[in-house]
T-cell receptor, first 114, second 112 residues
Framework: EAQVTQNPRYLITVTGKKLTVTCSQN?????MSWYRQDPGLGLRQIYY???????DKGDVPEGYKVSRKEKRNFPLILESPSPNQTSLYFC?????????????FGPGTRLTVT | KQEVTQIPAALSVPEGENLVLNCSFT??????LQWFRQDPGKGLTSLLL?????REQTSGRLNASLDKSSGRSTLYIAASQPGDSATYLC???????????FGAGTTVTVRA
């Protein structure tokens, strides 16, 4: 089954404790991205990657890091989480195949930073 | 930068009524527009994607139209059911941008 998976699905952590949220897709998509969703602010892009070793900042990159060492994986790293990073995070992937760039989303990771 | 607006923010209709959801965007150089459904606390499910060269797409009871000149897309859901209750998001992509710009969504409640 074609899908985007994220782990963990739920995470409660404390300020300053480094964490990684993993994202993996099995569709051989070139393009992957991370979004955060907050009430009243909607979905905002954090980082995106056009292919292996190619990443760029989205609208709200501060406090986050990413890497793309393999095509299927795109982890999101919070080096020193703060309470304002409490949010619902989504990973997405797409491909320019057939010119569509249709985006497929993972199930989300709910992060709480205390 | 593409700005995407969805009005109204919430909508309540009786079962069986047709739903009309609106999405407006500011930049007519849109590459494609995608409609998603989101259930509370869940991920986004892609419903329909319309390329800039298309005027509409259909899937079952769903029909989405795109009018680049007026900067509008409309999602029609025929004969609504309680299971259609969810938040519907539209997102536009510019030709030269990898980013999707999302609207804030319309939360739909279908009353049995």
């Amino acid at each position: 089954e074609a899908q985007v998976t994220q782990n963990p699905r739920y995470l409660i952590t404390v300020t300053g404790k480094k964490l990684t949220v993993t994202c993996s897709q099995n569709m051989n998509h070139e393009y992957m991205s991370w979004y955060r969703q907050d009430p009243g602010l909607g979905l905002r892009q954090i980082y995106y990657s056009m292919n292996v070793e190619v990443t760029d900042k989205g609208d709200v990159p501060e406090g986050y890091k990413v890497s793309r060492k393999e095509k299927r994986n795109f982890p999101l790293i919070l080096e020193s989480p703060s309470p304002n990073q409490t949010s619902l995070y989504f990973c997405a992937s797409s491909s320019p195949g057939q010119g569509s760039y249709e985006q497929y989303f993972g199930p989300g990771t709910r992060l709480t930073v205390t | 930068k593409q700005e995407v607006t969805q009005i109204p923010a919430a909508l309540s209709v009786p079962e069986g009524e047709n739903l009309v959801l609106n999405c407006s965007f500011t930049d007519s150089a849109i590459y494609n527009l995608q409609w998603f459904r989101q259930d509370p606390g869940k991920g986004l499910t892609s419903l329909l994607l319309i390329q800039s060269s298309q005027r509409e797409q259909t899937s079952g009871r769903l029909n989405a139209s795109l009018d680049k000149s007026s900067g509008r897309s409309t999602l029609y859901i025929a004969a609504s059911q309680p299971g259609d209750s969810a938040t519907y998001l539209c997102a536009g992509r510019l030709s030269n941008d990898y980013k999707l710009s999302f609207g804030a969504g319309t939360t739909v409640t279908v009353r049995a």
